[in-house]
């Protein structure tokens, strides 16, 4: 949690004072809101990426079983980094 907080800090602070960022589109890529979509909403986000050529992203995790347990998820989805690196370059 510490890292969308300073995340939030950052956009609040040093870009929207700057830039315009009403047309951003935000997606929620934490754990929890993949595991409720399904992952469909790294999907998206991916897309996205993919159409506007640019992203602002907060770190994420990679879930161990430990973690799936405790947060309760379905299942450990992979990394969103790399989904993000193959949809957009394919590496």
Known sequence: EMTHYACNLIVDHWIEPYF????????DLSCKSRDA??????HDAVAA??????????????PTA?????MGLS??????NG????GWNGI
């Open 37 to 42: 979509t399904n992952d469909q909403v790294l």
């Open 20 to 27: 315009d960022t009403s047309s951003w589109e935000r997606f």
């Open 75 to 80: 299942k450990s989805y992979g990394s969103p």
């Open 49 to 62: 990426g993919a159409r506007v050529g640019a992203i602002f992203k907060e770190p994420t995790i990679t």
């Open 66 to 70: 430990v973690q799936v347990r405790e």
């Open 83 to 86: 989904a993000m690196r193959r």
